[in-house]
């Protein structure tokens, strides 16, 4: 990406926070190249030669850490020759990337086999979600940052698949509610890194589209993560998955991570099998998540993915009128420095596919408010929502 096509992208999201208008724009093209799949070293020291240490490198190590991106930046820039120009931020980003790369070698490992294995003695079949699966395609483990391990299971199997943890050493921290979708566990050998035994993908009042746990679960294929054998899932369903999970209401792909695991996917099936393209958009529009596959690999494709452009035509081709000014800026460029301060709230209906799921959204966004708030919410809520429609369906991308 080129320094001027991120000021033209720049000027169309005018109405950003104040501190994301002056986005330091060299840095912004040094961070999507250096978190591209194939990386030109070249290309990224002339972009960083641009750059001032003192000013651009600890604005570009903050943006980096939110969107959990730091240490593939590190590692790259390390490897390209160029990590000075972090300045001053350069040396907290050194010791988070050494830190990451000693718990995906040590601790991740460990915990996933003291996760699954007593689940897979007890008959169960683990599907593990996100992390260690995307970890071992990037260019080393440690780059892909992981706070807590994802493991799914079918909602009747939930309660049998606690007592089996909890038998192993595992300690409940907290359990499965009525508007919580998982269990979380923590081993007291490894207890920096937390278990989620999840027995859905989303609470009821977010439901953003029809994909569901025991649809993903049931298309479960054995495989080996770490040394441990478990469930992962094939490239189609993955890369819906996680873009799904990227467009969920409070994430609207506000982190810049979500798009190279996407990337990262691609490239790593293209090198395989190949990505199934046909089954791919079937499947995100069966599940009613097509308008989040679009985005998200439309940033992949950003980061060098080989993604069609027929496919994203799609996804994306019946979009209506306010869908495409209001998702702008999530395809702009400049988001990375502009979703890190916050995810704009009418972001989330754009992501979705239905009208019903847009309802759906709109009366869920109630359910945590106060008693007071949540009473005034219908007439609130769709005022908002119409002053919004109008703006941007005028022209306006508002935040």
Request: proline residues 7%.
């Amino acid at each position: 990406m080129s320094r001027a096509g991120l000021a033209v992208a720049a000027s169309s999201t005018s109405e950003c926070p104040a501190e994301a208008r002056d986005p330091h724009l060299g840095a912004l093209a040094v961070l999507w190249a250096a978190c591209a799949v194939g990386v030109d070293p070249a290309q990224l020291r002339s972009l960083a030669e641009s750059l001032d240490p003192a000013t651009d490198g600890p604005w570009l190590t903050s943006v980096a850490a939110i969107n959990r991106v730091g240490p593939l930046l590190w590692h790259v820039l390390s490897d390209a020759g160029c990590p000075q120009v972090l300045g001053s931020g350069a040396e907290p980003l050194r010791r988070l990337a050494v830190a990451q790369d000693l718990e995906a070698t040590a601790v991740v490992p460990l915990t996933l086999k003291r996760a699954v294995e007593p689940l897979t003695g007890a008959g169960l079949e683990p599907l593990v979600l996100k992390g260690p699966l995307l970890a071992r395609r990037y260019p080393a483990a440690g780059l892909r940052p992981m706070d807590d391990l994802d493991l799914l299971l079918p909602r009747r199997q939930h309660d049998q698949a606690v007592a089996v943890l909890t038998s192993s050493g595992w300690v409940v921290r907290r359990r499965r509610h009525v508007d919580r979708y998982d269990t979380v566990l923590v081993h007291e050998q490894t207890p920096s890194l937390p278990l989620e035994l999840h027995a859905g993908l989303q609470t009821f009042y977010e439901w953003a589209t029809s994909l569901r746990a025991p649809v993903i679960w049931g298309h479960r294929q054995p495989v080996e993560v770490d040394g441990t054998a478990a469930f992962g899932l094939d490239p189609e369903i993955e890369l819906v998955t996680i873009a799904a999970h990227a467009a969920k209401p409070f994430h609207g792909f506000s982190r810049m991570i979500w798009a190279v695991d996407l990337a990262v996917v691609v490239e790593h099936a293209a090198a395989s099998r190949g990505v199934d393209w046909d089954r791919l958009c079937q499947l995100a529009r069966r599940w009613r998540c097509a308008s989040a596959v679009g985005v998200g690999l439309t940033l992949a494709r950003r980061l060098g993915a080989r993604v069609p452009e027929e496919v994203l035509r799609t996804l994306c081709g019946e979009w209506a009128v306010w869908q495409r000014r209001a998702l702008a800026p999530v395809l702009a460029p400049t988001w990375p420095a502009v979703g890190t301060f916050s995810v704009a709230f009418h972001v989330r209906f754009a992501l979705a596919d239905t009208a019903v799921h847009r309802l759906a959204l709109a009366a869920g966004a109630a359910y945590q408010m106060p008693w007071a708030e949540r009473l005034a919410w219908p007439a609130v809520g769709l005022g908002r929502a119409a002053r919004r429609w109008q703006q941007l369906h005028g022209g306006l991308q508002v935040r």
